[in-house]
């Protein structure tokens, strides 16, 4: 058996003899069990954000995005659709055109993105989800879906066949302009249904059909300027991209979620390294009273060690006795503060007990990722601060 695992063990589960030296364990087992369990509670507080941030745009971004490296658009071939289809781990894609336009509404202008999308775009997206009110567009018309903070603008509503909407995009070409008519390609469109995600986002596109869409911008059937894909769960996504690099002969730059959207994942992710490093200080400081309780216990069994000692017990195994005690303790303190901290998240999923609004609760997310960097803080911490206490063990001190 290992001896000084043995003796840390027996020191761990007996008290000693002077009263003040069990106050100071119990300070620092509390002090390890709170830390582990408050940092365990906010990682997963701002798991919950991050994915409640993160689910508003998810609404309107594909799992991946093919755009051209060349200009704003590209031609598609039907064969190159063909091979799209083909690719294991894609289950739907959708050719959608983006560009900057106006819009005019009882004298009122506001400038956007109009995305021009087919039929397949409610299958690659969940439209259903983000609609507010009224309904998603039907091919071949001349109907158009846009944001709830664009109406507030306009002072838009639905079916309105009094006021008409307009959208009007720039002609492409050269020369002297001697009207507005020549300087504008122009059609009147017709808002049938309103889509809300948030403040950002409800004034950022109006969709329409991709006819509609090529025919405003003058472009070709086959022309578009992206290609939005859904892909299947746990697929190997580096695959599918190379596969689509390969087919468009690397003219196209894809995307995946978190590369749409990298400013805000940067955001997030440098939110949540803030949090733990803060976090992680709290615990060290916390700690300090493991290793005074550890300086304090080594005192109180020096009779002990120095009879160990002198029969022949070296000076490291003196040191791994206080060295293993002090990571067990952390260990045990861990496990104790993470299953507390479990708990209080477990609830909080289900009973909604701490609320942001009347109607939301505050978001939290259990994940194992969150309960092995706990784990790993708290015991690294846990064996430094250990290291540090068990070099006080010394012939010297023992003499």
Known sequence: MNFPLYIAK?????????NAINIINRIASMGIIVGA?????????FSGLKVFSLSFSNDIDPDLKITSTLGKSFFVTPNQEEQIKKIDGVVFYSKIIEERVLFTFDNKQEVTYLKGVDSNYSKVNNVNKIIYNGQWLEDNTYQVV???GLVQKLSLGLLDFNKHLEVLVPKAGKGNIENAEEAFNSSEIFPIGIYAI?????????????????????YKPNQISGIELKEKPNVDENAIIEKL???????????N???LNESLYKMLNTENIAVYLIFTLVIIVALFNLIGAL????LDKKGNLKTLFNLGTEIKNLRKIFLLQGTLLSFFGGLIGLAIGIIIVLLQQHFEWIMITPTLAYPVVFSIENVLIVMATIITLGFIASLIASSRVSEKLLD
């Open 295 to 298: 300086i304090m216990m080594i």
């Open 257 to 259: 979620r978190a590369q």
């Open 10 to 18: 027996r020191y761990i589960r007996s008290n000693s003899k002077n």
């Open 146 to 148: 846009v944001g709830f």
């Open 198 to 218: 948030n403040e950002d986002l409800d004034s950022k596109y109006v969709f329409a059909n991709l006819d509609l869409a090529q025919e405003l911008l003058e």
């Open 37 to 45: 369990m408050a940092l365990f509670v906010v990682l997963s507080v």
């Open 245 to 255: 690099n390969t087919i468009f002969k690397g003219k196209v730059t894809v995307k």
